[in-house]
């Protein structure tokens, strides 16, 4: 099966949130042109913005902007060099260091008389205003009173929040297995990162979060999942890029 695209890929997400291109430009600020271009594969040569671009339009999609750059990258030789500084900063000219002067000493000896007559005078008016006197001062405790006949308790502990989907049973567990290298996004139902990062191929990770967990595959053809000790195999083809969410209990198949 022939790679998706990341143009394709992007112009699927958009008409899928059910976005024309002029109100995506709209979200984006980007260009429609820009836009068009990308969605078609054929951005400006050499574009230093390309990738900003994918990763502004991929969002405002509802995909996932590191993903989708990646797989961009993926398909576009890498991710470019970096820039150098001095490629970017160059003097048209010399400068003539003749046409500079510095402070003469006569003013760094007039600026540092100045600083010292400051210091002095308020040393000098501040008197013994600036010490601390402590003299008579009664220090307060801050152990609380607890009313006769009431001992104190502690309030008690909250359980962790996975302790508590576990008592609750909306604990999800999703275990991937690498066939070969493949990126992969994971987060919760809060949204909290719990994985970023190339699953090397062979290799393999598990994932547990209460109520949910969604998943990102940049290549669904890649991985195998098990679900809640639920075997699922593979839930895309190869180069796919598949966004998957996962709850407790048994999950539908592909």
Avoid: C
């Amino acid at each position: 099966m022939q790679e998706q695209s990341t143009g394709a890929m992007l112009a699927a997400a958009r008409e899928s949130a059910g976005l024309t291109v002029a109100q995506l430009s709209a979200n984006t600020r980007i260009r429609e042109v820009i836009i068009q271009a990308i969605e078609r594969d054929d951005p400006a040569e050499n574009d230093f913005y390309t990738r900003g671009h994918v990763k502004a339009i991929a969002k405002a999609v509802g995909l996932d902007p590191e993903a989708v750059v990646h797989v961009y990258d993926q398909q576009h030789g890498g991710a470019p060099p970096p820039v150098r500084a001095s490629d970017v900063f160059r003097a048209d000219r010399g400068v003539r260091l003749g046409e500079r002067r510095g402070p003469t000493w006569t003013t760094a000896l007039g600026v540092a008389l100045a600083v010292v007559v400051v210091f002095g005078v308020v040393r000098v008016m501040g008197g013994e205003s600036d010490r601390v006197r402590s003299a008579g001062v009664q220090h307060a405790t801050s152990a609380p009173k607890v009313p006769p006949n009431r001992p104190f308790t502690e309030a008690p502990a909250r359980p962790p929040r996975q302790a508590m989907a576990i008592a609750k049973g909306d604990l999800v567990v999703v275990k991937v297995k690498a066939k070969r290298s493949s990126y992969l996004n994971v987060h919760d139902a809060q949204g909290r990162k719990l994985f970023s990062g190339t699953l090397k191929a062979g290799a393999s990770s598990t994932w547990r979060a209460a109520s949910k967990v969604n998943l990102l595959l940049a290549d669904a053809g890649a991985v195998s999942l098990q679900v809640n000790g639920q075997d699922l195999g593979r839930i895309g083809d190869r180069g796919e890029v598949v966004r998957r969410s996962f709850g407790p209990g048994k999950q539908r198949a592909r």
